[in-house]
């Protein structure tokens, strides 16, 4: 899978996959999530999926919003891909088993290169909802 | 406003010769309707909400023939062959969605009377609070009455299909720049938009304007601000509430189709209507612009908006803007709608013979318009061809008597409520251990939100489940495709029921300044989260006759996909007869 084949789904599950323990995915506030991703489409870094051209983000308040992405998580959080095991809701975690499957699965290209890139932003947008 | 949209205004050009030449009368060059002077008004009954008076204005589009036709359009597709009595129609509902609209508009007005004037003098230059109220007040009404007026025979089920028409593709994706919000969804919606910006509409409005019985039709509306309604965005930042009002998660829309359906089902689900306009506010809030999609529009209406630099507000360019929201008062209302909305979908919308119903029309649609382009029709023709469309078309020779046996077939089918059963399934999280994984992760592709990657997951699938029925029986054709389509055989995994931007519509306390999240007060995610993982289901149907077969060779295709050895497995997957 690289920067041509990897859609919106994958590479969110690429993302996850590495989240390190002392960050946390937010659930209840999806800000952090949909600031990663506009700052990621507004980069003009080396292996940026080709995805990120049509991904589309409302603007109907504060702060962009993807409603792709948005549904995505929902998805992966009611399918049981993630849980939320916080009384409030206010982070999900990855299934361990599943974290290890999609962080094994072979990147090629410059695709790999991006990711990392994201992870950087991811722990400046997740770090700073804490 | 389309300058800078060809496929938009292609699309409206379409529309605008169609609508010429099917009904010459009202749209042609020289037009009969309306024939008589109109009456200013007229009274509308309606099982939901009682007495309701309609303009002239909106008499002159619901008597056209551009909301006739939604009279022969089941709101509920084909729903009805589960629930007997769902059988009103998108008609019924954009009457009722224009009454909702206006009460909900009307409670701004009596509970925040200072607002308009402010919006008077700034929107209006200072003109009377009355005249900007009556034509904002006729706007919304009329955005609320065409706002489903692009849809086709049952409803969502053609919508499908419209994804298949590229030209309306590539009016989605400018729509969304348009309106600076994704439109990619509801292909109906780009057809209800691009209706409400023909000429016919306009020209239809102009002369029954001099029809008038006193002949004294001075009002005006925009039609630009009507058509942008339609799709969740207002011509103005600050009267953004309006297009709140007709597209948003507590929208009029729904508000009238959730108590529609229920009522029509026969499904005792209620919300309290009076609680929600009794609390309903409009509310400053701040639009950001990074992609300045707002400011095109605002420039290409010549509207002089004000815009603001990013700051403390927003880290972006923005709009100081009014929009809908619900204070805290109204949470038990939210919960309601949150449960009716949720219970619609498990009892109706996802119920497994409604799927069945719903996904061999799907189907069925599918090969019609493959047949009608080989026949040499493009996309401009295909979308004349599905406003022709409605739901008695379905008995018309078109289809009963289709070459292609697979649509008369299937057509036969639906007429006679032979539907594929529900063979096989799961609900995602129903299994442990190392199983869940492996299911979840496969139910995580089937949800991407690619359509291209959903369809390999589902064709992963599909491939493996028709070379398995074409291994025990020969006869049902030549290719594992063709096995499929005989069997009636296909894997369906719905999306979700969607709460969209529900975190930006609640205020903390009615009148209060700083407004938060939905999800702080009330659980949503917990609440979405539980439903789902359990209502959620992937099901694989197939036609009754073939369902023993069929039953054997989905588990031997799902162990393809999962490569899980473990016949317990697999067996508990079985729908039983």
């Keep these: ?88 809701y206010d982070e999900i975690s990855l299934n361990p ?34 | 406003m389309l300058a800078n949209y060809p496929n938009l205004s292609r699309v409206t050009e379409v529309l605008d010769s169609y609508l010429a030449t099917r009904y010459p009368n009202h749209f042609g060059p020289e037009p009969t309707h309306p024939f008589a002077n109109l009456k200013k008004f007229k009274v509308i009954h309606d099982n939901l909400w009682g007495t309701n008076r309609f303009s002239w204005r909106e008499l002159l589009v619901m008597d056209s023939p551009i909301l006739q036709r939604l009279r022969d359009i089941h709101q509920t597709g084909l729903a009805y062959y589960v629930y007997p009595s769902a059988r009103h129609s998108r008609f019924e509902h954009c009457l009722g ?36 109220i009556q034509r904002l007040r006729s706007e919304l009404r009329l955005a609320a009455l065409l706002h489903d007026a692009g849809h086709s025979m049952h409803s969502h089920t053609s919508e499908l299909v419209y ?27 780009v057809l209800s938009f691009c209706l409400s910006q023909t000429r016919a509409v306009r020209d239809l409005l102009a002369r029954g304007q001099t029809k008038l019985l006193d002949g004294n039709g001075t009002d005006v509306v925009k039609m630009d601000n009507v058509s942008l309604l339609i799709i969740g965005r207002s011509g103005h930042p600050y009267t953004q509430f309006l297009a709140d009002i007709i597209s948003s998660d507590f929208d009029a829309d729904k508000l009238d189709y959730l108590l529609r359906d229920a009522a029509s089902a026969g499904l005792p689900l209620r919300y309290d209507l009076e609680r929600y306009l009794s609390t309903v506010r409009v509310e400053p809030e701040y639009v950001a612009d990074d992609e300045q999609h707002l400011l095109r529009l605002y ?75 080989s026949a040499g029709m493009g996309d401009e023709a295909l979308i004349c061809k599905f406003l022709d469309l409605v739901d008695p078309s379905l008995h018309w020779p078109e289809f009963t008597a289709h070459k292609d046996n697979r649509v008369s077939g299937y057509c036969g089918r639906l007429i006679t409520r032979q539907l594929p ?84 519509m609640v205020g903390a306390r009615s009148g209060a300044d700083n407004p938060i999240p939905l999800s702080s007060v009330f659980p949503i995610q917990s609440w979405i989260q539980a439903y789902e993982a359990h209502r959620y289901n992937v099901r694989v149907f197939a036609f009754s006759e073939y369902a023993d077969d069929a039953c054997i060779c989905a ?3 799902m162990k393809h996909v999962l490569k899980i050895d473990d016949t317990e497995f697999y067996d508990s997957m079985v729908k039983p007869r």
């Design chain 1, 1 to 88: 899978m690289d920067e041509q084949q990897v859609s919106l789904g994958e590479f969110v599950k690429q993302v996850a996959s590495r989240i390190p323990d002392e960050l946390h995915m937010p659930l209840k506030d999806e800000k952090p999530w949909h600031m990663l991703f506009y700052r990621l489409k507004k980069d003009s870094g080396l292996g940026k999926p080709v995805f990120f051209e049509d991904l589309e983000f409302d603007w109907v308040g504060p702060y962009p919003i993807c409603q792709d992405l948005s549904d995505y998580i929902h998805a992966l959080h009611f399918t049981g891909c993630m849980s939320a095991g916080n009384p409030t």
């Design chain 1, 97 to 130: 088993g599943l974290a290890k499957k999609w962080a094994a699965e072979q990147l090629s290209g410059n695709l790999p290169g991006f990711i990392g890139r994201a992870m950087e932003l991811a722990r400046e947008e997740f770090a700073e909802q804490r």
């Design chain 2, 163 to 189: 994804s298949d028409i590229p030209m309306l593709q590539a009016a989605a994706k400018e729509l969304t720049k348009l309106a600076g919000h994704a439109k990619n969804k509801g292909k109906g919606e």
């Design chain 2, 299 to 373: 420039e290409s209406l010549g509207v002089a908006a004000k815009r603001e630099s990013a700051g403390a507000h927003s880290a972006f360019e923005h709009y100081d803007s009014f929009v809908l929201r619900l204070p805290r008062q109204a949470m038990s209302t939210i919960e309601q709608i949150v449960i009716c909305k949720f219970m619609l979908y498990s009892y109706i919308y996802h119920h497994r013979k409604v799927r069945a119903a719903e996904g061999l029309l799907a189907r069925l649609l599918r090969r019609a318009v493959c047949s009608w382009r």
């Design chain 2, 97 to 132: 969605v224009t009454t909702v609209a206006s009460r909900v508009f009307d409670s701004l007005v009596e509970r925040q009377p200072e607002l308009f004037d402010n919006f008077a003098k700034t929107l209006d230059g200072g003109g009377p609070t009355s005249a900007l």
């Design chain 2, 421 to 504: 059963r529900e063979i096989f399934g799961f609900v995602p999280n129903m299994f442990t251990h190392l199983r869940a994984e492996v299911i979840k992760d496969f139910t995580s592709r089937l949800l991407d939100p690619d359509q291209k990657k959903r369809a390999a997951a589902i064709a992963e699938f599909e491939e493996s489940f028709g070379r398995e029925l074409l291994k025990r029986n020969r006869g049902l054709g030549e290719t594992w495709e063709e096995a499929l389509l005989t069997a009636g055989a296909w894997l369906d995994a719905p999306t979700a029921p969607k709460f969209e931007n529900v975190n930006l």
């Design chain 2, 555 to 557: 588990k031997a295709a």
